[in-house]
């Protein structure tokens, strides 16, 4: 094998904090090869982003560097040492964008909201070549191009936030990669994007290496992704590299524990739940959402004139079992959130009717209300914000108790301490704040909130998509042992079809405000009728190496 | 686009001038009595009496004897042919007291506003980019200082120093062989040596202020992703702070412009009497204690005006440097 461009030689990291000097990368050791994807995986914490910021001398304050080095070594010329460089200098600014490009998670907030796609994209061409603007502009045309956006002549002139995801992204592609650099650097670029977007945008990546031929070092904790994309696999588990080789090799002959953990996670989730209790034959139906609508109006002007109207929901019809789990999937967009709202009366319904048992939720008031929400409870996507960080855990949980006048005093305590049992916890903690625990804690702490008026139903709205993959099947599971315990029927709202798959009954996939399909789960994933529910099948990665390009990706469009 | 958007705000003006122009006429009326009410008091006071014929005779000659919403609509339609009436006290036409007054006042705002610009901008950023440095304690402990002295106590601190250890001519905006003299060079320059310390005493409060806010601003924005983009690009240190989240913390910088106008002019007056600053705040007190309407209630509009007039032009600015803001 050819000398590789990038060496990471026993690097070590310390992040200076007031106890002194904590490692956060022990002596860490891998290479990018020429032409190569080397995926980098590991949950949060592994010290994933903190190694991709290190290769450009960028070690977030107050990271240093304490040990080992990076080298550079370019296709013409000397080695370069970048760890020695001085991180503001002169010389490592040059490989910064020049030589080693850099593309991060959230393209929404990593483009200037203030600049332009085209100025930002022209800044980074004259800071490495010595062309005109108008050159440079032309240039920056062309990278968009390349990185197939429509219109590239227009779209130059025009801000980020006037951009979709995927196309953000695209354009943080193109700035990447306009000064043709040897080596892309991209961390979780598709972690904030849908399936079909994360698919599009590495057949993308794929095409581009293989025209320009550079080394990607592609960060991911999605074993799904890498077994799609990867030559070489680097696994991290908190700050060390337990296990690397190429992707084969790290897909059947993994000898790492940790490494077998993640890829046990995935490979649990393309199945059903073995411990999955499937509701009884003839359980009643609890729920029953005939012709529901929502239609969000935009008004204008002077006369505040309806100029636009999305329909988020639009006629939507579904039945749910007593102790049933129905899966809602689809793209950011399609109105999968805005359903679970409705029927939780958080927005109010146009038209339409949600019949749960036998009263009307969309025409019902305020004490008819109250008197449901105990047993309609919602779940969030994001377990931080979720959580009010100025209440303890025994105050969060014990809320709902204290505000339907359900408990008190230490009968109350008792509740809280079995609720935090119930989902894992340990009912010592009940005194801390939200922030001492990790992700997938809170997600515990929110789903024992949910539980605690023991309700019939509970709207799950993307419970997992925030949490890292070994996390996701044990909040799933959790979630699973208190449906066969009490009879729970879910609605659960999620993007993620391997999700749907280990913990829905049926799947509902919704395309624009309507449903297109809906049914067993196991016949919708095996056998999808409708075109959109094949697209959006094709776009979620297998985590099988040996299928890679087995399969026609395609994107559903909407036959007017 | 944005021409539309500056014509829509422009005709907006006009029912809220309007607006204020029948709330500022209430204001002056508000308190009992009128301007002959004090002016007999002030004749009482120099053992002058006006029989009652000719307090009658005066009133009726100010046209102070009708119903108010008479004199109002006289007054508001004076206005619309540009005429400010006339003072009472004065016994000049209101447009030539004010006009004067007005220019200097605006001058004086315009001084002080880069001041507090150019001051605030480059030690907010430092703050905020060398966060918990020794610079930054400094400019933080001076800024609060800064918040906390009144202006008035500053203007007496600073003249006592700049006359017992500079020798220099404070107070006023002219030196007295100036003051009644035709505009030259030579006035401008004499404008300029006494500038510094009344836009020193008006500006402090606001660039502690403008400081504190920058920095809170700034330091919101260092740590977003863009700016690592912009580092990933090898844009030097220097440049990558400024060209991005220096450029979204700007907003608030802008917005000031709206109510710096006012505030000099009304919020002043204090520290105007102290330094004898010719300008608006001082003859609008007096003339609202006098309760010479005419004059006050030109005051009290063009005030109106000039605020309006400023979060126009703040608005106008953000819209071109921010692309976020939206103007329809």
Redesign the interface.
Known sequence: MSRPVIQIENLNVGFNVRQGMLDVLHGISFDLHRGKTTCVVGESGSGKSVTA?TI?N?VPRPGVINGGRILFNPESGETIELTALDP?GREI??????RV??I???PM????????IGSQIV??IR??RDVSKKDAKAMAVESLRQVEIPNPEKAVDR?A?EFSGGMRQRA?IA??LACRPEVLIADEPTTALDVTTQAEILDLMRRLQEELGMAIMFITHDMGVVAEIADEVVVMEKGHVVEKGDVDRIFYHAEHPYTQKLLGAVRRLEEPATAKVRPAEDAPDILKVRDLQLHFEKR?GFLQRVTDVTRAVDGISFDLRKGEALGIVGESGSGKTTVGRCIARVYDPQAGSVDYAGRDLVTAGKEELRDTRQQIRMIFQDPFASLNPRMTVKQLIAEPLIVNGIAQGKELDERVAKLLTEVGLDPGMMERYPHAFSGGQRQRIVVARAIALEPKLVIADEPTSALDVSIRTQVLDLLLKLQAEMGLSFIFISHDMAVIRYFCDRVAVMYRGKIVEIGETEQIITDPQHPYTKALLSSVPISDPSQRGTRQRHRYVETA | MLLRYILKRIFWMIPFLFAVSIVAFLLIQAPPGDYLTTYIAKLGESNEVLDQASIENLRERFGLDKPLYVQYFRWVGNLLQGDFGMSFEWRQPVSDLIWGRMALTVTLSFATLLFTWAVAFPIGVYSAVRKYSIGDYVATTLGFIGLATPNFLLALILMYIGVVHFGADVGGLFSNEYKNAPWSWAKVWDLIQHLWLPVIVLGTSATASLIRIMRANLLDELHRPYVDTARAKGLSEFWLIMKYPVRVALNPFISTIGWVLPNLVSGAVVTAIVLSLPTAGPLMLQALLAQDMYLAGAFVLLLSSLTVVGMLISDILLVLLDPRVKYD
């Open positions: 910021r450009l960028m503001r600014r040059a490989i910064r964008g020049g490009g850099m991060f998670q959230e907030s990593s483009l200037s909201p203030v600049h332009t800044e980074a800071l490495h801000y936030f943080m700035m990447a204008e």
